[in-house]
């Protein structure tokens, strides 16, 4: 009994440094749709590009912004922009 208790706490252990905690999506543009601007819209920031973004908007309605949440990666490499009003 003793040994099988120890066999169990040893595999929970090495089964716990395995799991690799999970990372969110890290994309720089936002699709924010509809709402009328009370914050009832949705929104789905899962673009790299802001024609991208665009293209998801067109005929939904909405806009593009920048994800506040974004954070550009270790290579250096920017997002690309889209126009500024």
């Not at 003793?2 to 799991?19: D, E, K, N």
């Not at 999506?25 to 929104?43: D, K, L, R, S, V």
């Not at 005929?59 to 270790?74: A, L």
Request: charged share 15%.
């Amino acid at each position: 009994m003793r040994t099988i208790l120890i066999m169990l706490v040893l595999a929970a252990v090495v089964l716990a440094g395995a799991v690799r905690p999970g990372t969110a999506q890290n994309y720089p543009w936002c699709a924010h749709y509809g709402g009328g601007g009370t914050g009832g819209g949705g929104a789905n920031c899962g673009f790299s590009t802001w024609r991208q973004c665009m293209e998801a908007i067109s005929g939904n309605g909405g806009y593009c912004g920048e994800n506040p949440m974004y954070r550009p990666d270790s290579t250096g490499r920017r997002a690309a922009r889209g126009p500024r009003n």
